[in-house]
């Protein structure tokens, strides 16, 4: 099922215009992110240095179908 601003009565404009007053009024996002516990893991991991450092070269090899 595709949802959008029609299917709960709302036009676009009034959409934004909503999200954005929530915005103002919450100061910030008017929802939760969430971000995947493997990227979180990502994350955490570069930033303590547990991440191979490659060339552009070795990047591109890995990378590459052959």
């Not at 009565?9 to 992110?33: H, V």
């Amino acid at each position: 099922m595709t949802c959008n601003a029609g299917n709960i009565g709302l036009t676009p404009t009034e959409a934004i215009r909503l999200f954005y007053r929530q915005a103002i009024d919450t100061g910030g996002i008017p929802f939760e992110l969430v971000l995947p516990e493997e990227t979180v893991a990502a994350m955490q991991d570069a930033e303590s240095g547990a991440t191979e450092e490659l060339s552009l070269d070795d990047l591109k090899f890995q990378l590459s179908p052959n």
